[in-house]
């Protein structure tokens, strides 16, 4: 098991540097949850993890580890005020990550091969 985890993370290394920040961006937001969580902190500007899991169909327990993913990847940031963590967006890098897909998709989106099946 442990030699397969190497083998794939060696064979991700082959790749450039964009195409792994693209994948680990795409990987964060892949989770239904981790979408909902980003909507509503967009919608509400800043938040409590405890309100976040109230507007949730999830528990807390697992809120907080949707928020961990997306906080690991600075898509949103949190801060301690007493006991609880406020979190809010970082628009910079999301930008930062959306700007990056456009830079993939453009050259996609401009081919002009149609494909019929």
């Given at each position: ?11 991700k ?21 981790r ?40 898509l949103?940031?949190?801060?301690i ?11 910079s ?10 830079l ?12 019929e099946?």
């Open positions: 098991m442990f030699a397969a985890l190497n083998i794939d993370m060696i064979k290394e082959l790749f450039d540097e964009n195409l792994q920040e693209l994948a680990a961006f795409t990987k964060a937001i892949s989770h239904p949850a979408l909902a969580i980003l909507k509503y902190l967009a919608e509400t500007k800043t938040c409590i993890s405890g309100d976040i899991s109230d507007q949730l169909p999830l528990s807390r327990t697992t809120v907080s580890q949707h928020l961990k993913e997306l906080k690991e990847l600075g949103i940031h949190g801060t005020d007493g006991l609880k963590v406020n979190y809010c967006i970082c628009s890098k999301v930008n930062y990550y959306l700007d990056k897909f456009d993939f998709f453009t050259p996609l989106k401009e081919v002009e091969i149609h494909c099946i």
